[in-house]
């Protein structure tokens, strides 16, 4: 009887201690703040190359001014500090979706010559995430791959849509 018993408790015990291990998203913040930082550089390039033309004949007239206008406006204000925080509810919405329970989401901001840091950080077969990030756009576009894959997946939404989005297409891959 003891002997049932002690098989049951290790049974138990294998079971429960036996969860499949979580998928991995590392999301690389350098490339999206590089990006953001890039798209301000552009952005005040545009502005300073179209100031006088937009005094002239006003912003209605000029194609795609009240788009880089609001560009403009947006990297006026820390674009890192938004990036962050953009981040920051693109963890949110990995940790409350259902959708995205049996994956976890990693980010590193290392610098080039850190690779080999967030190699031994992040587990091998994970999913690499950038964010081409736009200060100010309510929608953010991202890519994707895994280190199995060559082909990218990409879209573009709220931290939201992207969370179901990525979680969607790593559960779709993971299933046998």
Known sequence: MKQLAALSLSLIVTVVGCDRPK??????????VDFA????RQ???WRQANAALISKVGCAKITSCSEMLARVNACALNPVQEVRAF???LATQ???????SSIQLVYYEA????????????????YNLWLNYIPGAKRQQWRMNSQERIAFTQGDGSPG????QVCSIVKQKATP
């Open 23 to 32: 998928a991995v998203v590392a999301l690389d913040s350098r490339w999206t």
């Open 37 to 40: 930082k890039e798209t301000c």
């Open 43 to 45: 952005a005040d390039s």
């Open 87 to 89: 981040h920051k509810d």
């Open 94 to 100: 990995f940790a409350v979706d259902k959708a995205c």
């Open 111 to 126: 610098a080039e010559d850190d690779n080999k840091i967030r190699n031994d950080a992040v587990p091998k077969g994970h």
């Open 161 to 164: 849509d992207i969370a179901r």
